[in-house]
C-alpha cells in the first residue's frame, strides 16, 4: 500500500477490530494473529482512555488496577 492511498479516517476510528483489519491490509505478511492484534489494539486504546479521562487510578497489591473517573 502506498503511503498516498493511505486512509486517515482510520485515526478517528474507535473499533480495534478495524485497526486489526487496516493493519493486516498494509502488513498483509505479518504472521501475528489477529486475536492477538486485536487484543493489542484494544489495550492501548484503553490506556489511552483511561489517560485521558481518569482522574485517579489505583493499583491493588495483586497488580489490578481501577480508575475513577466521571462517565
Known sequence: MEMSDHDLSIHTNPDAKDW???FREC???CNVPDDLMLTWF???MMAMHDYLV???VTVLPDGSAFFVGEV
Request: aromatic share 8%.
Open 42 to 44: 484494544s489495550n492501548a
Open 54 to 56: 481518569a482522574d485517579k
Open 20 to 22: 486489526v483489519k487496516f
Open 27 to 29: 502488513n498483509p505478511d
